[in-house]
């Protein structure tokens, strides 16, 4: 069988979770992230202060799509995909479990 190979540009948060998750659906690929700079994944280190605010406890698409009226029509595709809970497990699934702070943010 031929190996595939993906390459995936930048090493931030979206780089390494498509990474991630591209190789957990097709353990059979090779996946390489090429990082112009010296630092992997530097914003995430510093998002949330430290702790990471990964996403919000809401539940609903129609209230999540509210909080950003200039991208609702894509991003409301895109949470059809992949949505609150879908993260909460995503990092269950490896170990982390997400805070809820009273104000509905959820960190790591
Ligand atoms: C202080 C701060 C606090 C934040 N807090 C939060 C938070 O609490 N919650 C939250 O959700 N978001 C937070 N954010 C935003 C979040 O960090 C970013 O939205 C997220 O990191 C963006 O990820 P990204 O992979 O799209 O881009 P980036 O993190 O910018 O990653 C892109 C990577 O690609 C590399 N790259 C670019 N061009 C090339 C190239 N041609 N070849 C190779 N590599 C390349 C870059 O060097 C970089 O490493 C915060 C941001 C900052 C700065």
Known sequence: MN?????????????????????????????IIV???SKLLSKVKVSGG??????????SIA???KRYPRGNSFLKKAFHHFFTTDTINWFKERGV????EADGRMFR
Request: aromatic share 6%; hydrophobic share 45%; with cysteine.
């Open 3 to 31: 190996k595939k190979r993906l390459v995936v540009i930048g090493g931030g948060a979206a780089g390494f979770f498509c990474a991630v998750n591209a190789a957990g659906m097709n353990p059979l690929l090779e996946v």
């Open 35 to 37: 990082e112009k700079s």
């Open 50 to 59: 430290g702790r990471c605010n990964v996403t919000h406890s809401c539940f």
């Open 63 to 65: 209230e999540m799509i």
């Open 97 to 100: 479990e997400l805070k809820t």
